[in-house]
């Protein structure tokens, strides 16, 4: 499917609780996860693609965690969910943040531990 096919069946089909779409080319070299709105924001009509799938919160945080890494969880502050991410810096020194358990938080925290890449 082109592109435009693409955005016209993620403009149908997403729900409101849908904040992030999983991708694959027609190569099936890779996945990637983005956030909707960026996604379609770069979207080009003429790229080829070979499926995708709309995620939730919930399901994007699994998708997090089947890499299992390390210094990641989900908790509560001040009665509000979190994420605790203790993250590795290249000096070997570790930062250790509390995030919103929000969708831009998800995706941060699932972009540095994938460190950009697409998934194999």
């Given at each position: 499917?082109t592109?435009?096919?693409?955005?016209?069946?993620?403009?149908?089909?997403?729900?409101?609780?849908?904040?992030?779409?999983?991708?694959?080319?027609?190569?099936?070299?890779?996945?990637?996860?983005?956030?909707?709105?960026?996604f379609?924001?770069?979207?080009?009509?003429?790229?080829?693609?070979?499926?995708?799938?709309?995620l939730?919160?919930?399901?994007?945080?699994?998708?997090?965690?089947?890499?299992?890494?390390e210094?990641?969880?989900?908790?509560?502050?001040?009665?509000?969910?979190?994420?605790?991410?203790?993250?590795?810096?290249?000096?070997?020194?570790?930062?250790?943040?509390?995030?919103?358990?929000?969708?831009?938080?998800?995706?941060?925290?699932?972009?540095?531990?994938?460190?950009?890449?697409?998934?194999?």
């Amino acid at each position: 499917m082109t592109g435009r096919e693409l955005e016209k069946q993620i403009q149908a089909e997403k729900q409101g609780d849908q904040h992030f779409v999983r991708w694959w080319r027609k190569e099936n070299d890779f996945v990637d996860f983005e956030l909707i709105d960026s996604f379609l924001a770069n979207l080009k009509h003429d790229e080829e693609f070979a499926g995708f799938e709309l995620l939730t919160m919930d399901q994007m945080w699994n998708a997090l965690k089947e890499f299992d890494p390390e210094g990641v969880s989900r908790g509560t502050r001040e009665g509000q969910e979190v994420i605790y991410w203790d993250q590795e810096k290249p000096d070997g020194t570790v930062k250790s943040r509390t995030c919103p358990y929000t969708p831009d938080s998800l995706i941060s925290v699932f972009d540095a531990v994938t460190k950009g890449n697409p998934v194999d």
